[in-house]
């Protein structure tokens, strides 16, 4: 088992920046990739970044150059910054961690970010 923890979010201006943080902890030997997914009310859960064991990196096409996703070196943290937050980034985001089986499929609580005047 694999048990992943958000933290770092909270509530920020427009133009404002976060950084997001995931602790893994467990059998972390079972995940060799990690992202960052966030999900609005009424809509469905989207990708926002991932970073595979080999460091591909993807981001989700709203992301624009705003946000970085890392990762430590351990394999136990995993970040997420985010600049130039906007209204529409408000949502509660995710930390996903997954390997090669289907069952090695984890997911955090999620931290909420409200971006707001």
């Known amino acids: 088992q694999v048990q992943l923890v958000e933290s770092g979010g909270g509530l920020v201006q427009p133009g404002g920046s976060l950084r997001l943080s995931c602790v893994a902890s467990?059998?972390?030997?079972?995940?060799?990739?990690m992202g960052w997914f966030r999900q609005a009310p009424g809509k469905e859960r989207e990708l926002v970044a991932r970073?595979?064991?080999?460091?591909?990196?993807k981001y989700g096409d709203f992301v624009k150059g705003r946000f970085t996703i890392s990762r430590d070196n351990s394999g136990k943290m995993l970040y997420l910054q985010m600049n130039s937050l906007q209204p529409e980034d408000t949502a509660v985001y995710y930390c996903?961690?997954?390997?090669?089986?289907?069952?090695?499929?984890?997911w955090g609580q999620g931290t909420q970010v409200t971006v707001s005047s």
């Open positions: 467990g059998s972390i030997s079972r995940i060799s990739n």
């Open positions: 970073i595979t064991g080999e460091g591909g990196i």
């Open positions: 996903n961690g997954w390997g090669s089986s289907p069952r090695d499929d984890y």
